[in-house]
């Protein structure tokens, strides 16, 4: 099996526990209006790989990963390619490596309800057939209004939630990223809306704010794509703190840098 990969990183520090190394797929099925990798959009523009040509170029990296470290997937959407994620995870696995998977959740169906399609039950069936090699996830919370949702993504954010739900009934641990935009995000009623959710999770072992910058305009220009944010500037110090307290980063610290 082969899958789309956009490109590769050796050393990330910002994309789970300890050094990683990050396998960027390629392919979304959302069009965030802050996105900085509108190159990851399109599956097909990534290069293919094996799983083990990926983890013989990972592994070079091994002795720095330290007790923590390991390997983060990331995208685009990992979970576009579910088959191939599945093998190269569970070749990880073999491998004692620490696998981390960083997603939107976008792509994300529970089949086990009355009115599963039999497609939604053979997803899900894999997502669980994932979950058993993956240790981490790193979640965004796009937007928790769901009308805003659909204007900053393209696209619902109920089975995202739903998402959310169902790995905290399974006890899958995650960290979650919220992205603060001026004029958007960055709102004292939805930090509230989002802080309530987080709230019902009891699997959250790090919330962190991510203030927004428009350092991806570029790619939007060499790819004829309208960068609609473009006015947008990056929200002032004193917003990223009073988000941080609003949504009680400090409390989450069962695991720390």
Same mark, same amino acid.
């Given at each position: 099996?082969?899958?789309?990969?956009?490109? /590769?990183?050796?050393?990330?520090?910002?994309?789970?526990?300890?050094?990683?190394?990050?396998?960027?797929?390629?392919?979304?099925?959302?069009?965030?209006?802050?996105?900085?990798?509108?190159?990851? &959009?399109?599956?097909?523009?990534?290069?293919?790989?094996?799983?083990?040509?990926?983890?013989?170029?990972?592994?070079?990296?091994?002795?720095? &990963?330290?007790?923590?470290?390991?390997?983060?997937?990331?995208?685009?959407?990992?979970?576009?390619?579910?088959?191939?994620?599945?093998?190269?995870?569970?070749?990880?696995?073999?491998?004692?490596?620490?696998?981390?998977? *960083?997603?939107?959740?976008?792509?994300?169906?529970?089949? *086990?309800?009355?009115?599963?399609? @039999?497609?939604?039950? +053979? &997803?899900?069936?894999?997502?669980?057939?994932?979950?058993?090699?993956?240790?981490?996830?790193?979640?965004?919370?796009?937007?928790?209004?769901?009308?805003?949702?659909?204007?900053?993504?393209?696209?619902?954010?109920?089975?995202?939630?739903?998402?959310?739900?169902?790995?905290?009934?399974?006890?899958?641990?995650? &960290?979650?990223? #919220?992205?603060?935009?001026?004029?958007?995000?960055?709102?004292?009623? $939805?930090?509230?809306?989002?802080?309530?959710?987080?709230?019902? /999770?009891?699997?959250?072992?790090?919330?962190?704010?991510?203030?927004? #910058?428009? /350092?991806?305009?570029?790619?939007?220009?060499?790819?004829?794509?309208? $960068?609609?944010?473009? *006015?947008?500037?990056?929200?002032?110090?004193?917003?990223?703190?009073?988000?941080?307290?609003?949504? @009680?980063?400090?409390?989450?610290? +069962?695991?720390?840098?």
């Amino acid at each position: 099996m082969q899958g789309y990969i956009h490109q /590769l990183e050796s050393f990330g520090c910002a994309d789970g526990p300890g050094s990683r190394f990050i396998i960027f797929f390629s392919g979304c099925p959302l069009r965030c209006l802050y996105c900085h990798n509108p190159d990851t &959009w399109d599956k097909t523009k990534g290069k293919l790989y094996t799983v083990e040509e990926l983890l013989s170029e990972a592994e070079t990296c091994r002795a720095y &990963w330290g007790p923590k470290g390991g390997i983060t997937v990331s995208g685009g959407e990992p979970l576009f390619q579910i088959d191939f994620l599945i093998e190269l995870l569970t070749e990880c696995k073999k491998r004692n490596i620490n696998t981390c998977i *960083d997603t939107s959740g976008a792509t994300f169906v529970r089949g *086990d309800k009355p009115d599963s399609t @039999e497609a939604e039950k +053979k &997803w899900f069936s894999k997502f669980n057939e994932l979950m058993k090699v993956t240790d981490l996830l790193l979640m965004d919370i796009k937007h928790i209004d769901e009308q805003e949702h659909i204007k900053l993504t393209g696209q619902s954010g109920k089975n995202i939630q739903e998402m959310f739900r169902y790995l905290d009934e399974i006890k899958k641990p995650i &960290w979650i990223r #919220h992205v603060l935009v001026p004029g958007i995000t960055d709102n004292d009623e $939805y930090l509230i809306r989002t802080r309530d959710f987080i709230r019902t /999770l009891s699997n959250v072992e790090r919330v962190e704010i991510l203030p927004y #910058h428009g /350092l991806g305009i570029i790619k939007y220009k060499d790819l004829g794509i309208d $960068y609609v944010l473009k *006015d947008v500037e990056s929200p002032e110090k004193e917003r990223v703190e009073n988000a941080r307290k609003i949504l @009680e980063c400090e409390k989450y610290t +069962k695991w720390e840098k």
